[in-house]
């Protein structure tokens, strides 16, 4: 399913989709041509993009995966209405770190895709006591064997890649096994964006168009992420 298009923004439309948000978070989005900073400008369009697909797409999944130097996950995928805490938690949880290894960041939400890799409940930051808690116990229990089986990745990133592990081969190893790639490059310009490498990490729309957008304001960026929450069908 590599040709695809959006559904109609604010309608439930096509088969529950699972999502990972894969965020650069080095040092570059510190930068404060996004008031206060790059990185929280994105913060701000995931929770916008949360809350539309609570609104409109509640039986989907979303996870968070961050990466710089090297790739963390933040939060394995769990449903956006039930788990709606932990993932807002995991996203103003994101702090700036050092490089930008997208091959990384990518080749870890490829894993959440897979039931042998995937963590169950919680955050895994919060550590294994508070998952122990009564609550997370229930929703370990109770958390299905599989995630819904539209895939679909959105790898926003503000600069180039510089990590050791090749980004358009893992997005290769995904799209072939039914992954949607949506990438966002930000920033003050294209310019300070690897647009190329962008556009062949992502996948293809209609009219064999990368599924690739620069965005240079918050606004625009909060508008897209809402955008794409609604979700995604094969033409």
């Not at 409109?56 to 709606?84: H, K, M, T, W």
């Not at 294994?128 to 959105?154: E, N, Y």
């Not at 310019?191 to 918050?218: C, D, H, T």
Request: proline share 5%.
């Amino acid at each position: 399913m590599d040709c695809v298009k959006l559904a109609a923004s604010g309608t439930f439309t096509g088969e529950a989709e699972t999502l990972i948000l894969v965020l650069d978070v080095s040092s570059s989005m510190e930068d404060d041509d996004w008031f206060p900073s790059r990185l929280d400008g994105a913060k701000e369009a995931s929770l916008a993009l949360l809350e539309e697909k609570r609104r409109v797409r509640p039986d989907d999944f979303v996870g968070i995966v961050s990466f710089s130097s090297r790739a963390c996950l933040e939060q394995a995928p769990v449903n956006v209405v039930d788990d709606y805490q932990d993932l807002q938690d995991a996203i103003d949880g994101l702090y700036p770190k050092s490089s930008t290894n997208m091959g990384a960041g990518l080749r870890e939400a490829g894993r959440c895709f897979s039931a042998k890799d995937r963590h169950h409940g919680s955050n895994p930051r919060k550590g294994l006591l508070s998952r122990l808690t009564f609550r997370s116990v229930q929703r370990f229990v109770a958390m299905p064997r599989r995630l819904p089986k539209a895939k679909h990745i959105i790898h926003l990133s503000d600069g180039d890649h510089n990590g050791n592990i090749d980004p358009v081969r893992v997005a290769q190893r995904l799209k072939k096994n039914g992954v949607v790639i949506s990438c966002i490059g930000i920033g003050g310009s294209p310019e300070e964006v690897n647009e190329a490498l962008m556009k062949r990490i992502a996948s293809k729309g209609p009219g064999g168009k990368p599924r690739y957008w620069f965005i240079g304001q918050k606004a625009d960026l909060i508008q897209k992420f809402e955008e794409l929450a609604t979700g995604l069908r094969a033409i």
